[in-house]
């Protein structure tokens, strides 16, 4: 499979708890994003890296929130002490060292805090 | 004035039927359009790049307009399957990322 893949694809957790995604890009993509999905919304930027440097975080990006990508490869995206306003679709996409010609999409990762 | 602008719909349209949709965006410096089609509960998917005056792909033709800074997706022949919300896409700020607007729903019907 050479598309983008995101892990897991359903999380359900009590609010309060810390939860963790990972995204693995397509494997000549150097740009790496993270984006958040809520109901009836477009997807909102939250980040984006280039290579393993984390390039642009938004607003959006409370400090209970972490992206990595040690080695430029993979990423993880870190909710910490999780709240119910964090129930959304976590997307993670891809691109070429540029945005002309648009992003590949992971399937997401749906959070339900409860 | 927000950086991507779209009329959310829904759109109910019958089979057969031609239908437009619109978008506006705010960056003057844009270069580079593009419409996402999104499945319920799915990932975004790209529909359609828009990197000059317009782009044809069977049904479906784009359009921009730089001097109104707007961009259109016209499908003719609608079909049931191309019901879906559509997002319009523009790069965001220094062009590093893109922008979604809040998609367009279009329930196609028999």
């Known amino acids: 499979d050479t598309g983008v893949s995101q892990d897991p694809r359903h999380k359900i957790t009590k609010r309060g708890q810390n939860v963790t995604f990972r995204c693995d890009p397509i494997?000549?993509?150097?740009?790496l994003y993270w984006y958040r999905q809520t109901l009836g919304q477009g997807p909102e930027f939250l980040t984006y890296?280039?290579?393993?440097?984390?390039?642009?975080k938004s607003r959006l990006l409370s400090d209970r929130f972490s992206a990595e990508r040690p080695k430029g490869s993979f990423s993880t995206l870190e909710i910490q002490r999780t709240e119910q306003g964090d129930s959304a679709m976590y997307l993670c996409?891809?691109?070429?060292?540029?945005?002309?010609?648009?992003?590949?999409f992971g399937s997401g990762t749906r959070l339900t805090v409860v | 004035r927000k950086e991507v602008e779209q009329d959310p719909g829904p759109f109910n349209v019958p089979e057969g039927a031609t239908v437009a949709f619109n978008c506006t965006y705010s960056?003057?410096?844009?270069?580079?359009f593009f419409w996402y089609r999104q499945d319920c509960r799915k990932e975004p998917k790209l529909l359609m790049s828009?990197?000059?005056s317009g782009n044809e792909d069977g049904r479906f033709t784009a359009q921009l307009n730089r001097a109104s800074q707007y961009i259109s997706l016209l499908i003719r022949d609608s079909k049931l399957s191309d019901s879906a919300t559509y997002l319009c896409?523009?790069?965001?700020?220094?062009?590093?990322?893109?922008?979604f607007g809040t998609g367009t729903r279009l329930q196609v019907t028999l």
């Open positions: 996409a891809s691109s070429l060292d540029t945005v002309a010609y648009g992003y590949t």
């Open positions: 494997s000549e993509h150097n740009r």
């Open positions: 890296f280039q290579n393993e440097a984390q390039l642009e």
């Open positions: 960056n003057s410096a844009s270069q580079s």
């Open positions: 828009v990197y000059s």
């Open positions: 896409v523009v790069p965001g700020g220094t062009a590093s990322k893109l922008t």
